[in-house]
Nanobody, 125 residues
Framework: QVQLVESGGGSVQTGGSLRLSCVAS????????MAWLRQAPGKEREFMAV????????VYADSANGRFTISRDNAQSTVYLQMNSLKPEDAAVYYC??????????????????WGLGTQVTISS
């Protein structure tokens, strides 16, 4: 089992930045592919970014490319999502997800076995 706890959400103005964090426990973090996904009210959960377990390779959704950066600190068992130039349409609950030996091509919601409870991001204009 893997436990994931997100933090760093909050309310920010359009154009602002937030850094989300997700701490993992229960399994060797270095063996986990990690991803961030989000779900806005009335919409399906969507993939935003992934970082592979071994190579550190990353893949982003088109909507995140150039604005969001995923990174990981294996020593701290933590994955981050730096979000810049935030837009109203970025408002959502952001979830951290993990997949043992997950690769950068794991970009579908149903690829992921382990999920955090989410952290709310609100964008004000």
């Amino acid at each position: 089992q893997v436990q994931l706890v997100e933090s760093g959400g909050g309310s920010v103005q359009t154009g602002g930045s937030l850094r989300l964090s997700c701490v993992a426990s229960g399994r060797a973090f270095s063996n986990l592919g990690m991803a961030w996904l989000r779900q806005a009210p009335g919409k399906e959960r969507e993939f935003m970014a992934v970082i592979a377990w071994n190579s550190g390779s990353t893949v982003y959704a088109d909507s995140a490319n150039g604005r969001f950066t995923i990174s990981r600190d294996n020593a701290q068992s933590t994955v981050y999502l730096q979000m810049n130039s935030l837009k109203p349409e970025d408002a959502a609950v952001y979830y951290c997800a993990a997949k043992p030996y997950g690769a950068a091509y794991h970009t579908a919601v149903d690829h992921y076995t382990f999920w955090g409870l989410g952290t709310q991001v609100t964008i004000s204009s």
